[in-house]
């Protein structure tokens, strides 16, 4: 198999991350560890399996990385996210609010920091998928 054939072989991987929405306009992020992007500040998430509905892996995801159950789950955007270690995701963006439970760390060999962030003072460094997602829907943000 040559370079070319090697190349057009690779399929992006699908990616969803859930933006949780508290009543202060505030959005749930953890600090990622031990895998790419180590370091930067994402929303719940993980990729998408075979068969999975947007809506079931958002749940899924939610409470396996922050214990708490979600409602009101929607689309919320979408990225195409290019890393430069050559990985490439499309990103598909939900928005939800909890139903049960208090967000704690699930994965601690994953996740380090888990916090509350207004959309308009988001911590640094983010994630690429999350950074893509604000430039694209939040323009007003100039400081991302």
């Known amino acids: 198999m040559n370079h070319i054939q090697q190349q057009s072989d690779l399929r992006p991987k699908v990616g969803v991350g859930v933006y949780i929405f508290n009543s202060k306009n505030e959005i749930l992020l953890l600090r990622r560890q031990g895998t790419h992007g180590e370091g930067t500040w994402c929303p719940p998430g993980g990729h998408l399996e075979f068969g999975e509905s947007f809506v079931d892996c958002a749940k899924r995801e939610v ?18 996210d290019i890393f430069d270690d050559g990985k ?19 994965e601690p060999d994953k996740m380090t920091d888990l916090g509350w962030f207004h959309i308009k003072k988001l911590p640094k460094p983010l994630f690429l998928p999350v950074k893509n997602f604000f430039k694209a829907f939040f323009v007003e943000n100039e400081e991302i």
């Open 88 to 106: 490439h995701y499309i990103t598909i963006a939900m928005r939800a609010e909890i139903r049960s439970g208090k967000p704690k760390i699930m």
């Open 63 to 80: 409470l396996e990385e922050v214990g708490v159950k979600i409602k009101n789950v929607k689309f919320f955007g979408l990225t195409n």
